[in-house]
């Protein structure tokens, strides 16, 4: 593996970048300095709502690429470099259908707050680690019929993959449908996820697949580890993405980016 060639770094973060805490470690900013003096980028990739990865990243927020909302987002500092939003009938025909589904919480997420109609006091406050900035609405469907909708994530305490899924999966030509954890799933526009969204980063640094090193853990990771040479599955990743990984690396509870950046760095010295 011949790892003089990267000149980008991509990083999910939940299950990849931060611990199990929701933690990033001073490790990785201690890194992320080195990588600059050696001129070599970071772009933050995730499901997440952009404000609330830059919570995350604070001290470097200025000085990242970021992709949120799977993709339907990307920015550099104030900068939006890319925004794909749902048709508004798309976002007002599924909410029905997954008010229907029992146990499920629905977020619309727009470019700058989350919208939620539930008023579950265990979902509010799990959901605000994801979601900085969020209003707690009567009707989602009237917020949908006003606001441009980024993305539409939906939660069940037990499992996305057994309990939303299967009931909206023959929707596939309508939305892009991503497990993107235990508990999650995302409707996106059918062009919005972090693989097209990472090609126009790309385009944008003229920097090529084979320049590219890319951390992942789950099915929303999927499209951006193929844009990637240098393509990571965490230890703790689902086999789906295990299975495309060009590389694998240690858990996110065991510095797996970490481990591979040390290593990316001291190539580089």
């Given at each position: ?42 772009c933050a990739a995730s499901g997440r709502q ?12 200025d000085e990242i690429y970021v992709i949120a ?59 605000q680690e994801y979601y900085n900035n969020f ?135």
């Open positions: 593996m011949d790892l003089s060639k990267v000149k980008l770094v991509v990083s999910d973060m939940d299950g990849t970048l931060l611990n199990s805490k929701g933690e990033v470690s001073t490790l990785f900013f201690d890194l992320f300095k080195k990588l600059q003096k050696q001129n070599i980028l970071f952009y404000h609330s990865i830059i919570n995350k990243l604070a001290t470097i927020k909302e799977n993709g339907a987002i990307a920015k550099k500092g104030d900068e939006v470099l890319l925004l794909k939003s749902l048709n508004t009938k798309k976002v007002t025909n599924i909410i029905p259908v997954l008010r229907n589904i029992k146990d499920t919480h629905i977020v619309l997420c727009s470019q700058d707050t989350a919208y939620i109609e539930s008023k579950d006091k265990t979902f509010v406050n799990l959901f209003k707690i609405v009567d009707n989602l469907i009237e917020i949908a019929k006003t606001t441009s909708i980024l993305k539409i994530a939906v939660y069940h305490f037990s499992s996305s993959e057994e309990f939303i899924y299967p009931v909206i999966k023959h929707l596939t030509e309508d939305y892009l449908i991503k497990i993107s954890g235990q508990n999650w799933l995302d409707l996106s526009d059918d062009k919005a996820n972090k693989g097209d969204a990472l090609k126009e980063v790309q385009k944008i640094l003229n920097i090529s697949k084979e320049e590219t090193m890319v951390f992942g853990d789950y099915h929303n990771d999927i499209e951006m580890l193929q844009e990637a040479t240098y393509s990571f599955a965490m230890k703790n990743a689902h086999r789906d993405i295990t299975a495309i990984a060009n590389y694998t690396t240690e858990s996110n509870n065991n510095f797996g980016v970490e481990r591979v950046l040390e290593k990316l760095v001291q190539v580089h010295s």
